[in-house]
Nanobody, 129 residues
Framework: QVQLVESGGDSVQAGGSLRLSCAAS????????MGWFRQAPGKEREGVAT????????????YYADSVKGRFTISEDKAKNTLYLQMNSLKPEDTAMYYC??????????????????WGQGTQVTVSS
């Protein structure tokens, strides 16, 4: 049974930093496509960052939404089987519930929710101005 559990959400002031964690069980984070998404009240869920690999001949790599590029970093710890999202220079518009998600062994480069099969319960990030 796949389980993804996010943590690390908090309330911070604009310009601050947070690191979100997503602990996985029943699923190998470093061997599968993983992503971070967020959803603000009244808005659709949007992709923030992904670690992905298209097939056995391509490298595992990262990809970011333009809105977070240069500020957020997605990473993984194989030993801890945990996915991270380091968020710097936070802005009020980053306020949302943040979710980690998992797809299969290989996937296209995608920040679309439909690409991912498993989801965590989310962790709240609130950024005040």
């Amino acid at each position: 049974q796949v389980q993804l559990v996010e943590s690390g959400g908090d309330s911070v002031q604009a310009g601050g930093s947070l690191r979100l964690s997503c602990a996985a069980s029943g699923y190998a984070v470093s061997s599968n496509c993983m992503g971070w998404f967020r959803q603000a009240p009244g808005k659709e869920r949007e992709g923030v960052a992904t670690i992905w690999q298209f097939n056995v001949y391509t490298a595992r790599t990262t990809y970011y939404a333009d809105s977070v590029k240069g500020r957020f970093t997605i990473s993984e710890d194989k030993a801890k089987n945990t996915l991270y999202l380091q968020m710097n220079s936070l802005k009020p518009e980053d306020t949302a519930m943040y979710y980690c998600a998992a797809a299969g062994r290989f996937c296209p480069r995608s920040l679309q929710p439909g690409t991912y099969n498993y989801w965590g319960q989310g962790t709240q990030v609130t950024v005040s101005s």
